[in-house]
């Protein structure tokens, strides 16, 4: 299977997980311990293929797993989940949730109007110039950008996607950092190289040093599907995890 790419993938996406408004889901709500306590509704669909991916099925498969939801029912059965656990945070996860902006737009425009905040998880790869000035407009809101690898050349390896689409998302953090809008990069390091991480905190400190005082650092779980996923593409982790947060040597 050759190189794709994801910009191509969110259209054809569109398609099967969109529904006017309404946007497909497999699982809602989640309560979770990530952030403190966060209310997610896990959405299906996503424009890129990552081989350690741990949420591959509903990513694989969006047009036999989950049901329509609209903003409103997303809303309110994530800020019901909140309010049972006394959460003040809330996402979209699972899959790529920018797939579907007029959806999340509306989300957002619910979440500026209540007591909650929103985090978005995003691989960054749709965030263009308009859709950026869209979210910069959103007041209770920050963005999580997670980059795959520190080069094009290990982002394709990855994901499958164009390596060209690397440099997408470091132009997009470029438009983040130009609009204001809070948020922070976490990047997958469990398959570079010291150099290749130090090549790429300065290349991200020329597009703002602000970026690498809350740079996150994100590492491969080992679950028995990522395991055999990794096995059988041949890509070895240098640093991995069992699922229970325990260093483990890939083997």
């Known amino acids: 299977m050759g190189l794709f790419d994801p910009l191509i993938q969110a259209k054809e996406l569109a398609r099967i997980v969109l529904r006017d408004d309404m946007r497909k889901y497999y699982r809602i709500p989640r309560a979770g311990r990530w952030y403190g306590g966060i209310a997610t509704a896990d959405c299906c669909g996503c424009n ?8 591959n099925k509903p990513r694989d498969n969006p047009d036999k ?11 309110e059965k994530i800020t019901g989940c909140a309010r049972k656990n006394d959460y003040r945070l809330l996402r979209i996860s699972g899959n790529e949730p920018t797939i579907g902006k007029k959806h ?10 209540s007591e909650y905040f929103f985090i978005l998880e995003t691989n960054g790869t749709l965030l263009n110039e308009e ?22 050349e290990e982002f394709s390896m990855l994901t499958g996607a164009l390596p060209e689409t690397f440099d997408t998302i470091m132009h997009n953090m470029k438009l983040l950092v130009k609009s204001k809008i809070k948020f922070n990069l976490a990047v997958m390091l469990s398959f570079s190289p010291d150099k290749n991480i130090m090549l790429l905190k300065e ?6 040093p602000n970026i690498l005082e809350d740079f996150e650092e994100e590492y491969v779980f080992l679950y028995p599907h990522v395991v055999q996923r990794l096995r059988k593409v041949g890509i070895k982790p240098l640093v991995a995890y069992t699922p229970s947060g325990v260093p483990e040597k890939f083997v």
């Open 65 to 75: 797993i989950g049901k329509f939801y609209s903003a409103e029912q997303v809303f």
């Open 48 to 55: 890129l293929k990552c081989v350690f991916c741990w949420s």
């Open 131 to 152: 859709f950026v000035s869209d979210l910069s407009q959103k007041s209770n809101l920050h963005i999580r950008v997670s980059l795959k690898g520190t080069n094009p």
């Open 104 to 113: 999340l737009l509306k989300i957002l425009s619910m979440v500026d109007k």
């Open 203 to 208: 290349s991200l400190k020329k597009i703002s």
